[in-house]
């Protein structure tokens, strides 16, 4: 019977060049020397859940030590990936499994509790892996291959000013700015002021006291609100990685948001996390662990923003492959630091993320993921260049 059982879940996973064993020696998969990784499950009642809630309970068994991975994390989830990429949607057991979880929604109390969750872990957490020039945690850019992860996140930052034109004396809205770097990025050498919004108040006293150090206090306002009561108005707007926090539901709220604050010749830029097909809900471990509330759009379902207040879409870039760069290097400087994260947190806490980081690199790498920056303004407005070549100019700023 066990060797039935661990064969379907194998069979499940796609066959990966991977050897899967339980607790009473049965073995399934390639010869051990062939194998990515080796797979151990400690017990009869880890296997069961496996077999009933993959999307589920592969994170929850491999937290709590009851599933035992050793070898290439990594190239085994993209082998998995691969293997399920031509199913179109869910299966029926991952949507059983998503709907286990009561859906954390995006409304103005969920969001705080969701960004609450995740980004109050605490600063010392993420000064161990995020880059140490502007604590973004977010996509970086790569110009060359060997770029550190400071330089490629710099270049993010100019890479993202450089699409908006900014000019000195504009006036920035930034909804989401995380630990502040983009705003005070664009104050210090663009010669814009920035009003940045954020409901994490962790990463609020980080920018704050960034911004009091640099000098930059007159220039650079942090407030602490939901995106959907930003107010006054803006030559730009821009938001780098929360649109994912947003939820599809919400987006005529942003629409309507943007369209309130933006002056009629305004631009703007939207950075996100997306699909290249609206396939409902995250991860169901994601969603319970990492995520809660989070969902990446599709394209089509990103540029419904832009249709309810009538913005024209300017420029579409994927930077999928510099996310799975920015990935790697986070994931290295996490395994470096993993005993201080272990006597922060603990070791399911350690695994959790090991996991996170690594199955994030896997679906940018296979394409589950993408990394979609929107550029766009009013659609009577006729002030951007015609061309991009201001977007890829080396070192060009303002």
């Known amino acids: 019977m066990s060797r039935w059982l661990i064969q379907k879940l194998y069979a499940g996973a796609g066959r990966p060049p991977a050897r899967l064993s339980l607790w009473d020696g049965t073995a399934v998969g390639v010869p051990a020397r062939d194998a990515l990784a080796h797979l151990r499950i400690h017990n009869r009642g880890t296997l069961m859940r496996l077999l009933a809630h993959p999307d589920l309970y592969f994170g929850e068994a491999y937290m709590s030590g009851d599933l035992e991975i050793q070898g290439d994390l990594v190239g085994l989830l993209e082998a998995v990936y691969r293997a399920r990429a031509p199913s179109r949607g869910k299966g029926v057991r991952s949507r ?23 980004y109050d872990l605490g600063n010392d957490f993420y000064q161990l892996w995020l880059d140490h ?20 996140q710099v270049a993010k930052l100019d890479h993202v000013c450089r699409k908006l034109q900014l000019q000195p004396g504009d006036t920035v809205v930034e909804a989401g700015c995380g630990w502040g770097g983009l705003a005070r990025h664009m104050a210090r050498h663009y010669g814009v002021r ?11 006293q980080f920018a704050r006291e960034k911004a009091r150090a640099e000098g930059l206090e007159g220039r650079v306002e942090y407030i602490e609100d939901d995106y959907r009561n930003v107010s006054g108005d803006c030559d730009v707007f821009v938001s780098v990685g929360m649109l994912e926090h947003v939820g599809t539901e919400h987006y005529p709220e942003m629409a309507e948001a943007i369209d309130r604050v933006l002056k009629p010749d305004g ?3 939207i950075h996100s996390i997306g699909r290249n097909r609206a396939v409902g809900p995250m991860n169901a471990w994601i ?14 379902e990103m540029l ?47 695994r959790a993320w090991r996991l996170y980081l690594c199955g994030s690199i896997a679906a940018f790498n296979t394409g589950q993921l993408q990394l979609f920056q929107v550029v766009f303004n009013r659609a009577t407005c006729n002030e951007l260049p015609p061309i991009r070549e201001h977007v890829y100019c080396a070192g060009h700023r303002g």
């Open 96 to 118: 059983f499994a998503d709907g286990l979880l009561r859906r954390q929604r995006n409304t103005l109390d969920g969001s705080r509790r969701n960004i609450h969750h995740h």
């Open 133 to 152: 020039e502007a604590m973004q945690y977010t996509c970086a850019y790569f110009p060359q291959a060997d770029a550190t992860l400071e330089e490629a």
């Open 194 to 204: 920035v009003r940045a919004f954020n409901i994490s108040r962790e990463q609020l």
């Open 267 to 269: 631009r703007g830029l």
């Open 304 to 350: 419904g923003i832009f249709e309810h207040r009538d913005f024209s879409v300017l420029d579409v870039e994927n930077l999928r492959l510099h996310y799975a760069a920015t990935l790697r290097h986070w994931l290295q400087r996490y395994e470096q630091n993993v005993g201080r994260v272990r006597e922060m947190f603990d070791d399911r806490f350690v």
């Open 287 to 300: 969603e319970r662990r990492i995520f809660p509330g989070a969902y990446p759009p599709s394209l089509r």
